[in-house]
């Protein structure tokens, strides 16, 4: 190995994300227990090949065919370009925390032939994605739950069988209480954060670090 192996494990739900880039090779062991990840994890770190402690369910794409690493602030993965068989591949890793996806973008990056460090803010467009679809889904649900709680007060029966029965019959109880107002203002205030959100996204968009193989 031509240097000691990253690694670094994410945890998304019950799973865990495995990820170790020893120079040579990024190795990816995804969406497993955390006892499979642990014992993998404890094999690379006591010094076994890292191919062996990741076992056959783990995905390999040597670094000679990455063409393109990236990560931004404000997401929790890497984007990995690289070729296999002629063809362009992308793939996403799942990572942990920013510094870790420096980390791993920096060592990558490092092996890409003639690639250099570029830091700049991502697009608008992209930017805006995030507090758009929370503008969306506040409004959406604003305008159902403004529905609701007019069925509520005019003494329409609600619907509270099934599934989360339980949940339906508090949502109806909630409703009653704070009534149409009620929902309005926290819709107000939801749609607010959400514009805000937006507005500090274009005043200061989060930073995409890219090193990219030239053309």
């Known amino acids: 190995m031509s240097q000691q192996p990253l690694t670094f494990v994410a945890n998304r739900e ?5 990820t170790v880039f020893d120079g040579e090779a990024l190795y990816l062991l ?8 642990q014992a993998a994890l ?18 390999t794409i040597p670094a000679a065919d990455i063409t393109r690493v990236r990560t931004a602030e404000h997401d929790d993965f890497v984007q990995v370009r690289y070729t296999k068989a002629g063809a362009e591949k992308h793939y996403v890793v799942a990572m942990p925390g920013l510094d870790q996806q420096l980390a791993l973008v920096r060592a990558i990056g490092a092996t890409i032939p003639n690639a250099e ?4 803010p991502i697009p608008v467009a992209q930017a805006l994605i995030g507090p758009g679809f ?9 305008v159902v739950f403004v529905m609701l709680a007019r069925d509520v007060a005019s ?9 989360r029965a339980g949940m339906k019959i508090l949502i109806a109880k909630v409703l009653g209480v704070i009534g149409m107002p009620g929902v309005i203002a926290i819709g107000a205030v939801a749609l ?19 090193f990219e193989r030239p053309v």
């Not at 019950?14 to 495995?18: E, F, P, V």
């Open 14 to 18: 019950s799973n865990q994300y495995l």
């Open 117 to 120: 460090e570029v830091r700049g």
């Open 42 to 59: 404890l094999a690379v770190q006591s010094g076994q090949p890292v191919d062996e402690a990741m076992g056959d369910k783990a995905m």
């Open 155 to 163: 003494g329409a029966e609600i619907d509270t069988s099934g599934r």
């Open 30 to 37: 995804e969406n497993v227990s955390a006892k499979v990840a």
């Open 192 to 210: 607010a954060a959400a514009l805000f959100w937006g507005y500090q996204r274009i005043k200061s968009p989060p930073m995409l670090t890219t």
């Open 134 to 142: 929370a503008t969306i889904c506040v409004v959406g649900a604003t």
